[in-house]
Each structure stands twice: as C-alpha cells, then as structure tokens.
C-alpha cells in the first residue's frame, strides 16, 4: 500500500430555547443553510424525528448550524431559553431528542425571517480618542481595573483591520483529482473537495461539541491507496481511519499486515503506527525535543531534536542507523532532497546531510538573517538539479547540490512555506499572503506574476498538481490558484464554514486563545494563537515589526520601559505543547529584537503585572515569580502547591487542558503587594520584595482542574474581585 505524502478555547455557550411551535418545514428546507450536510439533516427531520442512533449527528450538526447564523449576525435573542435544554442532557433520553428537534425548527424559523442585528452608527468623536497608555492586562500606569478614563471609539466602524490568525502547518493533499484536507474543526475534521471546483464531495465527522473533550486535527491527513487518516490531540491522541470514497469513519482492521506511519507525539516521542488501526507498532523516547515532525523514505525514518541531534532509524525495527550532532537549536521539520536531508536552525544556518551516512556536506548562511524569526528558513524542495526554499529575510534561494547559491530573489515578505513546481515555474507564498510565480533564468530569477490570496501569512507547505497550486493560510482558508494564470479558482475554509461576499463564517469551532492588545505611546502589542507578537501602529494598522515564538502566544504583552514581555506555552511539536519547555522573551519595543530570553520559567500563560522595579508573574508548573525585567533574573518564587493536597502530583503530565497547579489567571498589585490565583484552589498574597505569603484563600483545593482559573483578578479601592466557584 502506498502512503501519498504532498509537500506539505473557548466553550460557546448556545443560547436556544424551546417554543412549542413547529414552523411548517416543507416551505423552509429548500432555502439552503450553505452547508450541503446540515441541508440533508434538515430534510431527514421532516420525514423521522431524532431518535438514539442520529442524535449525535444531529446534535453536533446543529452546534455548527448555530455558530454560522451567530457569525453570519443573525438575531439569536428569540432562541435563548432551548439553550440549557439543549446542553444538558435530561435522565430520559427521548426528551433530549425532542429538543434536537425543536431546536432545528427554531432556526428554520429564523432562516425564513432573515432576521439579522441592525448595526447602529454613533457620532464622529472629537479629537483623539485614546491617549492613556495601557501597558499590561487590564491595567493603565495606574491602576489594574480594566477601565481607561478616554473617550473610547464613539462612531462604531472599523477604523482598520490586522490579520492574526492561527498557527497552521498542515497542508492538503492532491490526488487524481480530489483534494484531501484536515480541519482542526471539533465536527467536521476533514475533507474531500473537487479539485477543480472545490465542491465538497465529502465531509468526514467526529460529532464533538466541546474543544476539550473533541479537538480538531492540526496535521496533514495521509492518504492510502483505500483510507484517510486524520490525527487529533488535545489532552489525549485520537486517529480516525476514514474511507477514502465516502469519508466515513472505518472500524480498525487488526487482521491486515501492518503498515506504517509515523509522528511526533508528546515533544520527546517518535511513534510508529499502523495505518490500518492507527495503534502504536514502536514508540522511540529522546532525550531531547523532536523540531515538528519525522520525515521517511526507502525505509529510513529521520527527526531532528531542538539539541542539535539528527537521527536516523530503521522504519521497520525503529534501530538507530546514524546520530549526528550539529551543535545548533535546530527548527523546523526536516525536507528530503535526492540524497540530502535539510534542517535548519535559529542562527540563519542550512545543514545538508547524507541521508545514508549522516555525513554534514555542505551549511548554508544567510547573511540576512532576521534576529525576531524562531525559523530562518522554508523547507526545501529540488527541481532537476537545483534546490528552493525561502527565508524569514523575505528572500528566496536556489543552490546546486554541492550548496553554491545560484541566485538570491528579495521578494515582499517572510517565507515559511514549503515552495512547489509546476511547468518548471516556482511558486512561492509570503507572510503578506501573495504568491509568486517564478522563472529560474540560471544565474538569476525573475517574477513571472503576483497574486494577492487575501490577508492572512501562508506557513503550509504549498502543494500542487498540473491544474493548481493549494495554498492554506493562517486565516484557515484553502485557496486553489491555477498555475497558468495566477488566477484563483475557487477558496474553502479549512474549517467547516461559508465564504459569501469575501467573508468567511466559520460554522464548527476549533479553538484559540487569542491575548489582548497591550498599547503604549501609540503602538499596540498583540499576541496570539500564530505564535506571533506583532506590534501595530494604532492609527493606521500598519505592522511596525513582528516577533516569532515556537508556539501560543495566549497571553496580553507587557510593556515596562523600553522593552515588550512575554512567554508562550510550550513547543510547536503538540497544542499547546505541555510537554515542552516553553520560553520567555523581553525584546526591544522599538525594533521587536531580542534584549534578553529564558526558559527557566518554564511554560508562561498569564500576563506579567509590574511595580517598582520587579515584574510578576506565573508557570503552568504552579509557580509565581518576582524577576528583575532588566536581565530576567529571578529575585524570589513561590509554589503555589506547597502545603496543598496537589503538593505531591507529578508535573509530567498534563490533567486535562492543563497541570494540577498552574497560575492561570492574571495577577494584580498594589503599592506593596501581588495577588494571584492558581489551579491548587487558592489565591494568594505576597509582599512584592520579599515574596513573603501574607495570606492565601480556599476557593477549590480538591478539585483537579478549574478554579481559580484564567479569569483576571481586579483590584479596586481595596477590594480584590475574584472568580467564585460555581456550585451545584
């Protein structure tokens, strides 16, 4: 069997309710809700009510019905009370069917009305609206209320728009026609689309409704000679084996020889796993972080480690054929060309090696080298007797195989994407979404054309076939440009969604955890799901400078000074990556270069508070900690777990979407004092200088997970207002 391998948090509380009054269906089902499977839903019920065996389909079909007249701006007031009916489940449950039912009738209802929000317009403010720095979360110079004594926007239009979108690696693939796509999508977790008219031929379901419970897919589908596979993860691994033809999830055939593929799983583990069961066949445990994912061919299995390590193994036996040491903070996922294995790392470096022996034959420097980009380079790909790739210098190379540069083409923006070929024509996609379209001329290179794909960077690889080049961004929409032309032929989103009037709705839900803007003498700091800090000029929207992390950015920088702070949660190789290390970063808030980093504080979610010389803050590990923002050095900490029943819990795996004691929330001061809550049931008080704990307050301490959780503290007029355990 052949494995086809192209290059590549929220909880929505439903608001419904149940009326007794059934709309006449058959007037409304043939106006179309603009996804074909909830269409076909729609005509079922008319003809057999729920019942045991369609309820999950249903239900979690309706979510996403739901989600698209909510983004679409329809007026959902009218439907709030079926709301706590439709999301817990009664003791009997044909009572729950019921509500399924008047659930879809609602909305019938609605989609016939066409009642949507009307916008209403304010007055043109007078002078400036915003002028008070809000250099931290929640908080002016002066106070941490979350209140700014400006005026604030009057008119209600949008002034300008910044693209922040979400951190996507996993690229389509092509095959006779057909288009096979991944969705991080808790329903819908994948495609098959037309190539040609990116009609959907399939929809392939997991009928979550939850993101923690059903997390979507954030790799690229393999697709066998008779399946697709798709990958999912969250706080535990799920492989779904789909039929190739129909999309619908297939039972796990043990009784097959095995076969097998290959991922990254928990930062430090290769797994070998069937394609048939999707089960482990052998698992490799490393000493160090896996850089993305493992590559194969003819046999061999080969991954890169953060350490500097490339490995070679048998795919078979997972033996170890070759270790080599390059001594560099390698990144990225490894590319395979004839028989050259390419990895790069942080310092602008291209390592060549022998895919045989390992053998280092040539490293490739980029004198432009971009101090802010965690990954200097795309991947690479050959042509003949040449080899691409592009770089976070906004440039794209061509080398020999003996790893002379050819030619240097500057181009408009950062490269991460995987180039691909067609016709003996590159193309190439930038972080200001065009792709070009260029011609090798031997010693230099010239652009054929430019099309602009929308607004949001490409960082999928780009694949491609003799009739279109599929580019994913990270606005999660799947664009299909014919090679000939440059011309778009059609866009999809990734998630499952409608795209009217060059607007995406999306339908299902795939998480994010997008931090807040932080805002300081005119500039807006902006993290995010793409694992970006972008700083913004407030008045035009225009990017003054970007900084690249390894992963989530979930929380709101901070500003102190001249430089920016901020953590992330751990490494790209996993969601949220709570296995990884994590690192920490204060650059210049002027440039966005670096001033100082460090991992010693481990994976950071929250928002650093400052006063007085020290900045504060948490872990996910459960500890706070006071650290001068000059150099990062630690002054004191705290484990919020001392003396509490989740003291002694092993911090070597995450309990649901998170550790036993993380610091989740914010932390707020005063003149002598930070406050803080974390997952060990407490919030806490401490003495800014000497991190003496003055006191500390039960809200939840046997509980494994929630409170006090990520809602911000606030403090005002002495009074600390705080998340309250909800009982019952």
């Not at 499977?37 to 005509?43: G, L």
């Not at 003949?384 to 592009?390: D, H, I, L, V």
Request: proline share 4%.
């Amino acid at each position: 069997m052949k494995i086809i391998q192209n290059k590549k948090r929220y909880i929505i509380a439903l608001c419904f309710v149940i009326g007794l009054s059934f709309p006449n269906l058959n007037s409304q089902t043939n106006m179309s809700s603009g996804l074909s499977d909830i269409d076909e839903i729609r005509k079922e019920i008319k003809k057999n009510p729920t019942n045991e065996t369609n309820y999950k389909s249903r239900k979690s079909a309706f979510y996403r019905w739901w989600r698209l007249f909510w983004r679409q701006g329809y007026d959902l007031r009218d439907l709030d009370s079926i709301s706590q009916q439709l999301i817990t489940n009664k003791p009997n449950p044909k009572e729950n069917y019921l509500v399924v039912d008047e659930a879809y009738s609602q909305l019938e209802g609605l989609l016939k009305s066409g009642k949507k929000i009307q916008e209403k317009k304010g007055k043109e403010a007078q002078g400036s609206t915003s002028k008070t720095n809000w250099p931290f979360y929640f908080g002016t110079e002066e106070s941490q209320i979350g209140h700014s004594p400006d005026q604030g926007p009057t008119k209600g239009e949008i002034a300008w728009k910044f693209p922040k979108g979400y951190y996507s690696y996993a690229h389509p693939v092509i095959e006779n026609g057909k288009v096979y796509l991944s969705s991080p999508g808790i329903d819908v977790n994948g495609f098959c689309l037309n190539e040609e008219s990116g009609e959907v031929i399939w929809r392939c379901r997991q009928m979550g409704t939850n993101f923690y419970i059903d997390p979507g897919s954030r790799w690229s589908p393999i697709v066998t000679d008779s399946t697709v596979i798709v990958r999912n993860d969250f706080s535990q691994e799920t492989i779904h084996i789909y039929n190739k033809k129909t999309g619908i999830e297939l039972k796990k055939d043990v009784n097959v020889p095995v076969e097998l593929f290959y991922y990254t799983r928990d930062g430090k583990q290769l797994v070998g796993a069937n394609i048939h069961t999707g089960q482990d066949v052998w698992v490799k445990l490393f000493d160090n972080y896996i850089t993305k994912q493992p590559v194969w061919n003819n046999g061999k299995v080969f991954v890169a480690l953060r350490n500097g390590n490339v490995v070679c193994l048998n795919e078979k036996s997972k033996e170890v054929l070759w270790d080599i040491n390059l001594y560099a903070d390698l990144v990225g996922t490894p590319s395979i060309v004839k028989d050259l294995l390419m990895i790069g790392d942080k310092n602008g470096k291209l390592h060549a090696l022998n895919i045989n022996t390992g053998e280092l034959k040539f490293v490739f420097s980029n004198k432009n080298n971009n101090p802010r980009a965690n990954q200097s380079y795309s991947g690479v790909i050959q042509h003949k007797n040449r080899m691409y790739f592009g770089s976070a210098a906004s440039e794209l190379y061509c080398l020999n195989f003996e790893g002379e540069l050819m030619w240097t083409l500057p181009l408009s923006d950062w490269v991460r994407a995987t180039p691909t070929i067609v016709n003996n024509d590159i193309f190439v996609a930038t972080f200001d979404a065009t792709l070009y379209t260029v011609k090798d001329l031997g010693k230099k290179a010239k652009i054929k054309r430019k099309t602009k794909l929308g607004e949001h960077p490409v960082t999928a690889d780009l694949v491609s076939s003799n009739s279109s080049i599929l580019v994913a961004d990270q606005g999660l929409i799947l664009h299909a440009v014919s090679p000939d032309t440059g011309k778009v032929k059609w866009q999809h989103g990734i998630v499952d969604g409608v795209i009217e009037n060059s607007n995406y709705y999306m339908a299902d839900w795939s998480g994010g955890l997008l931090g807040t803007p932080t805002i300081v003498d005119g500039i807006a700091y902006i993290g995010g799901p793409d694992g970006f800090v972008n700083a913004v000029d407030v008045n035009t929207g225009k990017e003054k400078w970007r900084f690249e992390t390894n992963s989530t950015v979930s929380l709101a920088p901070t500003v102190i000074e001249d430089k920016v702070f901020f953590g992330y949660l751990g490494s790209s190789t996993e969601h949220y990556g709570y296995e990884n290390p994590g690192e920490y970063f204060a650059v210049n808030k002027d440039t966005g270069k670096p001033v100082w980093t460090s991992k010693e504080f481990a994976r950071v979610w929250v928002s650093a508070t400052y006063n007085d010389g020290i900045m504060f803050f948490g872990n996910t590990d459960g500890f706070v900690f006071a650290v001068n923002p000059d150099n990062g050095n630690i002054l004191w900490t705290y484990n919020t777990a001392k003396d509490t029943p989740k003291e002694h819990i092993p911090l070597t795996k995450p309990f649901t979407h998170g550790f036993p004691s993380g610091v989740y929330s914010i932390p707020v001061k005063d003149d002598k004092n930070f406050y803080v809550g974390s997952w060990s049931g407490y919030y806490f008080a401490f003495d800014q200088k000497t991190g003496k704990m003055l006191w500390r307050t039960n809200t939840s301490a046997h509980d494994y997970g929630g409170l006090p959780d990520s809602a911000a503290l606030m403090l005002h007029e002495g009074i600390l207002y705080v998340q309250q355990k909800e009982v019952g």
